[in-house]
C-alpha cells in the first residue's frame, strides 16, 4: 500500500457526506459508540448519519481538516464556540434523527453526551481548542494521518497561546495522544454506563520556534 500524503487540508464542504463515512469506520471499534449502539451491524448503519452532525457543526462552526485523499477526519471547534449550543445545532439541520438510536440508544448518547460536558467545563478555563473527533479510516492507520491532522490546529493554538482540550473512551487513544503533548487531566467512570471511562486531556501551548517575545 502506498503512503498516503499527510499534508492536510480544509474539508471541501461536498465530501462532508464521505467524511461521514470516514469517521464511522474509525469509530466502529470505540467503546462509546458500542456502549451506545451494542448491536455492531447496527452500528455500522447508524454511524455515518450519526457523524453527520458533528461534521457539519464544524464545518459551519468550526474548521474541518483531512488528509487529501480523506483517509483521515479532525473536526475542530475554536475558542470561541467550543461549546456546542442547540441553537446553533438546529442552525445545521436535523441530519440525524434522533429515533433511529431507539429509546435505550438515545438515553444512553444523552448520558454520555451530559457528562462528556461536564469535564470539559470542569478542566478548561478560558479560550481553547476542543477536537470533537479524530478518526483514520482503519486500513491507514499508523501511518501518520492522525498526527498530521493534530498539527494543523496545534500550528494555530501554539501561535496564539491557547491549549487544546478532547476526550476520550478509548484507551487506546491516551498513549497517541499523550505522544503529541496531551496529558490525562482526569479518568473517570462514566456513571450507569457500565463501567465506561472518560479521559478528558489537555495540552498546553507549546512554544513556537523563532517566535518574537511578547
Request: aromatic share 10%; glycine share 8%; net charge positive.
Amino acid at each position: 500500500m502506498n503512503q498516503p500524503k499527510c499534508e492536510p487540508i480544509l474539508l471541501p464542504a461536498e465530501q462532508a457526506s464521505y467524511a461521514c463515512q470516514v469517521l464511522a469506520r474509525a469509530f466502529q471499534r470505540d467503546p462509546l459508540m458500542a456502549f451506545v449502539i451494542p448491536n455492531e451491524r447496527r452500528r455500522a448503519a447508524l454511524l455515518p448519519a450519526l457523524f453527520t452532525v458533528t461534521v457539519h457543526y464544524c464545518l459551519r462552526y468550526g474548521q474541518v481538516y483531512a488528509s487529501p485523499g480523506l483517509e483521515g477526519v479532525a473536526c475542530w471547534l475554536p475558542p470561541d464556540k467550543t461549546t456546542p449550543t442547540l441553537r446553533r445545532l438546529l442552525s445545521v439541520g436535523l441530519r440525524f434523527p434522533p429515533l433511529r438510536l431507539g429509546p435505550r440508544g438515545l438515553w444512553r448518547i444523552g448520558l454520555t453526551e451530559s457528562y462528556a460536558a461536564q469535564q470539559h467545563a470542569l478542566h478548561t478555563h478560558g479560550p481553547h481548542w476542543y477536537l470533537w473527533a479524530l478518526g483514520v479510516d482503519p486500513p491507514y492507520q499508523g501511518q501518520g494521518i492522525g498526527s498530521a491532522l493534530l498539527r494543523a490546529v496545534f500550528q494555530q493554538a501554539d501561535a496564539h497561546r491557547l491549549p487544546c482540550y478532547l476526550e476520550t473512551q478509548n484507551p487506546r487513544n491516551v498513549g497517541f495522544y499523550e505522544r503529541h503533548g496531551f496529558r490525562v487531566v482526569s479518568e473517570t467512570a462514566i456513571p450507569h454506563a457500565q463501567g465506561l471511562r472518560l479521559w478528558a486531556m489537555l495540552r498546553e501551548a507549546q512554544p513556537v520556534p523563532n517566535a518574537p517575545f511578547a
